[in-house]
């Protein structure tokens, strides 16, 4: 803030520069990095994000020298921003007449002054980076000075920000807004153009997002407080059997209760938990991190060797589970102690026991209630949950998510407009999943939506009957799920959804144009893996349109699975150099943010194959278009190398489906898979529910335009395509019945 006898902040006049600093100081608590970025002297051409109507004030604030502003001439037609741009001599910029104030802007540079532009154009309704605009290269280059980069974080949601549909009108922040400012290394001007300067602001955003004071905090905690805000609130409308209906009271009654159990009882550190989604799962969940331990979702459709491969690597002795899913999973490798769930809360005293704590759910500060439970303050980079992965295509690795990873992928959900506090969301993704875990799990909690629970994601008919009856709004799932609802569903049953979200896998493009017809909601397809807890991508609708002067923005586009989440940043990789490839170009997807998690449990040769550099090798191939879209392509372990083409399996597989015009509602009918061939290095194998012959299939995939190479040359015919539990592929199982193929 300034103070008497300080240089000067801003071009404001001093008066109005106390007073602006004065009131964003109580509004806002802006923190920043990187201005040793900044010369003393020179002219500069700043470049930001642009979030919200006050981002000048808080670039301002971080920046030690003044700031001119560029600004949107029709903004002037308001007599408050008119009055901002006389006092501040910001340069009005018109879109019919741009080059009158880039000419301006020039003339300021050469004259030594930092000039700023915000490259988008306009203010992000999205949350998310939207396209970098040419121009700003123009005035650097023909003024001679740097482009010094800069990106604000924190400031989406607050009252001046596009969240919730809308600038203005929205309930205040009680609380002052952190915002973290952080500046970058300076880009010659020679070098300055959009495709890097978006590179280097997604990387500052990642850098600027790691900053916020939310990271540092503990998961159990957070539930606890937003649980302990809302004790009236309908949190869980499980459908397992009978509907029933749990308020956040309850939900964290008992949970607190059977948290103090599992503390005198129960000495691991980390506690298995095999339940369908449902209020137990919920209850089971929060009371294993309030009792300071990890919660372990097993995947209970896994094969017993693998999940005694889990159990063994994540040290698991104690499993929270209901004698109904015993009887149903009885080749589960069950350990001694098991724990019925039900049973627990009687031996801990039933509804003595929580009564205390439900009482106190009404009448405590929810700061008091997460005090009282003994709940720290800092989780951080600790361990907070532990879910395995890549049981599809090998041994299962343990990943383990921090308080850190958790927290953070729910603020960068919350740091968008798709899923706010008012939305119904159908939670039937099994928790041994990362987006069952994080997203209809943790994320409500938290922020506070409805989740309405169904046992399984393959129960259509119960998923369709609680969208209908409990009126939900989102519903997520992988597309393997989303099929069915084509069969068993009316329009009228789904006219509540207004958002439909699916990940995992590809979407295909005759269940998002069946849908679209049917029942005309648009599937949006996101991305993300159990690494990245899960959610690094998505589409979301287009933002509305506010008034006749603002150009309309794009969240969506066809066939990709979105732009990045807040706070992440991303490379394309060629494969074979290990090189940075340009955009539009196919290459291994590498990510960066505070969602990625730090290594697989006790793995370390696993988790040193997974990061380059302090990146996130993914596996999947991928490129990323102009506007920051990413487009995966498949897996690197879903292509084969024949004749030096890599040739990816999905594509045929889509081919294959579309030619012979196959009905894969109740689960894949065709797998291709690559074998070792001593000629070629690889040979496809085509597995199939379907009778094909060679010469059909040769003619049908010929017809579709793809060359010969790419057509399977061994056909086996199968009862059924090993999938697992989250209706992904089986890869290691489809695999061995591949080799099986070519052996026999």
Not at 30 to 37: L, S, Y
Not at 560 to 583: H, K
Not at 706 to 718: C, D, F, G, S, Y
Not at 727 to 732: A, E, H, R
């Amino acid at each position: 803030m300034l103070t008497p006898g300080l240089r000067r902040r801003s071009y404001l006049p001093r008066p109005l520069e106390l007073i602006a600093a004065t009131v964003a100081g109580v509004l806002y608590r802006v923190r920043h990095a990187g201005t040793d970025h900044i010369p003393k002297e020179g002219g500069v051409l700043l470049i930001a994000n642009h979030l919200s109507y006050v981002d000048p004030v808080l670039l301002q604030l971080a920046c030690p020298r003044p700031i001119r502003f560029l600004g949107y001439q029709g903004l002037r037609e308001n007599w408050f921003f008119d009055w901002v741009f006389r006092f501040s001599g910001a340069i009005p910029i018109s879109r019919q007449s741009p080059t009158d104030g880039i000419r301006q802007a020039i003339k300021h540079l050469k004259d030594g002054e930092i000039v700023a532009i915000f490259p988008e154009g306009h203010i992000s309704r999205t949350g998310q980076l939207m396209p970098i605009m040419r121009g700003f290269e123009v005035a650097a280059r023909k003024a001679g000075v740097p482009v010094l980069p800069a990106f604000l974080d924190g400031i989406w949601g607050s009252v001046f920000s596009f969240a919730d549909n809308k600038y203005l009108w929205k309930s205040p922040r009680l609380m002052p807004t952190h915002v973290f400012v952080q500046f970058g290394a300076l880009i010659p001007p020679d070098q300055a153009e959009p495709r890097l300067a978006r590179k280097v602001l997604l990387d500052l955003g990642a850098m600027a997002f790691d900053e916020r004071p939310v990271l540092k905090r503990h998961l159990g905690r957070e539930c606890v407080r937003a649980l302990a805000r809302r004790p009236w609130h309908v949190e869980v409308i499980d459908r397992t059997a009978e509907r029933r209906a749990v308020t956040a009271a309850q939900l964290l009654s008992v949970a607190a209760a059977l948290s103090r159990h599992l503390l005198r009882t129960v000495p691991e550190k980390r506690v298995g938990i095999v339940l369908p989604p449902g209020a137990g799962a919920f209850i089971a969940n929060l009371a294993v991190i309030c009792a300071g331990k990890i919660p372990v979702n097993l995947n209970f459709t896994a094969g017993r060797a693998a999940l005694e491969a889990s159990m063994k690597i994540g040290g698991v002795a104690t499993v929270i589970s209901a004698d109904l899913v015993r009887q149903k999973v009885p080749n589960f490798p069950w350990p001694d102690r098991t724990l019925d769930l039900r049973r627990e809360i009687e031996v801990m005293g039933g509804k003595r026991a929580i009564l205390p704590w439900l009482v106190a759910a009404w009448i405590l500060p929810n700061q008091w209630f997460a005090t009282l439970l003994g709940l720290p303050q800092v989780g951080d980079r600790a361990e907070a949950g532990l879910l395995f992965t890549s049981g599809s295509s090998g041994e299962p690795k343990g990943v383990a998510l921090s308080h850190r990873n958790i927290l953070a992928n729910c603020s960068q959900i919350s740091s968008l407009s798709i899923l706010p506090q008012s939305s119904s969301l159908l939670g039937c993704l099994p928790l041994f999943h990362s987006m069952g875990f994080t997203v209809t799990l943790w994320y409500p909690l938290i922020r506070g939506c409805r989740v309405v629970t169904v046992p399984s994601p393959l129960d259509t008919r119960k998923i369709v009957d609680a969208i209908r009856d409990e009126q939900v709004t989102v519903l997520l799932g992988a597309p393997t799920f989303i099929r069915p609802i084509l069969r068993k569903a009316q329009p009228s049953e789904l006219r509540s959804l207004h958002l439909v979200v699916t990940g995992a896998e590809k979407l295909p493009d005759d269940l998002y144009k069946a849908f679209l017809e049917t029942f005309h909601i648009e599937i949006l397809q996101g991305y993300g893996l159990t690494e990245t807890t899960p959610a690094s991508n998505i589409n979301q609708p287009h933002p509305p349109v506010t008034t006749e002067t603002a150009e309309p923005q794009v969240g969506k586009k066809a066939g990709s699975t979105g732009r990045l989440l807040p706070g992440m940043t991303v490379r394309i990789v060629s494969p074979e150099t290990g090189e940075e490839v340009p955009i539009g170009d196919q290459g291994i997807v590498w990510f960066k943010g505070a969602n990625v998690f730090s290594g697989y449990l006790d793995d370390p040769q696993k988790t040193q194959a997974a990061f380059r550099d302090g990146w996130f090798v993914t596996g999947d191939l991928g490129r990323l278009d102009d506007e920051g879209f990413l487009f995966i392509e498949g897996r690197m372990s879903r292509f084969s190398k024949i004749g030096a083409e890599m040739i990816p399996h999905g594509t045929i597989e889509q081919k294959i489906a579309e030619a012979f015009a196959l009905d894969q509602s109740e689960g894949p009918s065709i797998a291709v898979m690559g074998v070792p061939d001593k000629i070629k290095g690889e040979a496809l194998v085509l597995l199939t529910t379907n009778a094909f012959t060679s010469d059909e299939l040769r003619e049908k995939l010929l017809g579709a335009g793809l060359p010969n190479l790419w057509v399977p040359k061994i056909i086996h015919q199968v009862d059924q395509i090993p999938v697992l539990g989250t209706g992904k592929l089986d890869l290691k199982r489809c695999r061995e019945v591949a080799l099986e193929a070519v052996r026999d």
